[in-house]
């Protein structure tokens, strides 16, 4: 099993950046490729990033590239959301998820393992 452990939500006001960790735990070693959704209420879950360690690559959705970027630090088994230029629309519930696969999906069902999710705010 791999427990993950999200932090750095908060409430921000529109224009502002936050940066969200994902800390993760247990059998690190069989995951690939971690990435992050959110969940604004009343909405589905949708995919937001992802990075994935063999072979390497970023994706992102349409709707925060340019604005937020991905990273990880392998020595602390953590990756990052650095969230820039927040807009409103991006307040939403934001998860940590990952994934044993070798290339990143966008879809929900194709993690295997997700954190509690932390909550960020962006006031108009």
């Known amino acids: 099993q791999v427990q993950l452990v999200e932090s750095g939500g908060g409430l921000v006001q529109a224009g502002g950046s936050l940066r969200l960790s994902c800390a993760a735990s247990?059998?690190?070693?069989?995951?690939?490729?971690m990435g992050w959704f959110r969940q604004a209420p009343g909405k589905e879950r949708e995919f937001v990033a992802a990075i994935a360690w063999n072979p390497g690559s970023i994706y992102y959705a349409e709707s925060v590239k340019g604005r937020f970027t991905i990273s990880r630090d392998n020595a602390r088994n953590t990756v990052y959301l650095q969230m820039n230029s927040l807009k409103p629309e991006d307040t939403a519930v934001y998860y940590c998820?990952?994934?044993?696969?070798?290339?990143?999906?966008?879809?929900?069902?194709?993690?295997?393992?997700w954190g509690q999710g932390t909550q960020v705010t962006v006031s108009s």
């Open positions: 247990g059998r690190t070693f069989s995951v690939n490729t």
């Open positions: 998820a990952a994934a044993n696969r070798a290339f990143i999906v966008t879809y929900r069902s194709g993690y295997d393992y």
